[in-house]
């Protein structure tokens, strides 16, 4: 199982960036899709999950700001980013998993499957 980020970038503070996870070797459709994100000097934070049955989670810190999509067909999974400021700058990871419960969705270590991360930079 592969999971591939991208769309990461140098932006300005108000600008948008559409990050894309990508997943090959197995289907994830019935399984949970989330992005967490690494600041310098910082742990790993939670950012959004999408799932079974379609539910999207967030962080406090991005609800109104981010959104997360997925599209089953495609085995792909999306989070666009609004109004971008310069504390979400980090590298941003896609993960999944097929045997995490909800109520551990914000814990990156129940997640078996990470992809390579994309490097989000938004200037002041």
């Known amino acids: 199982v592969q999971l591939q980020a991208s769309g990461g970038g140098l932006v300005q503070a108000g600008d948008s960036l559409r990050l894309s996870c990508a997943v090959s070797?197995?289907?994830?459709?019935?399984?949970?899709m989330a992005w967490f994100r690494q600041a310098p000097g910082k742990e790993r934070e939670f950012v959004s999950a999408i799932w079974r049955n379609g539910a999207i989670y967030y962080a406090d810190f991005v609800k109104g700001r981010f959104t997360a999509s997925r599209d089953k067909a495609k085995n792909t999974m999306f989070l666009q980013m609004n109004s971008l400021k310069p504390e979400d700058t980090a590298v941003y990871y896609c993960?999944?998993?097929?045997?995490?419960?909800?109520?551990?969705?914000?814990?990156?270590?129940?997640?078996?499957?990470w992809g390579q991360g994309t490097q989000v930079t938004v200037s002041s």
């Open positions: 993960a999944a998993s097929t045997s995490i419960i909800l109520s551990s969705i914000r814990e990156g270590v129940q997640y078996a499957n």
């Open positions: 070797g197995r289907t994830f459709s019935n399984g949970v």
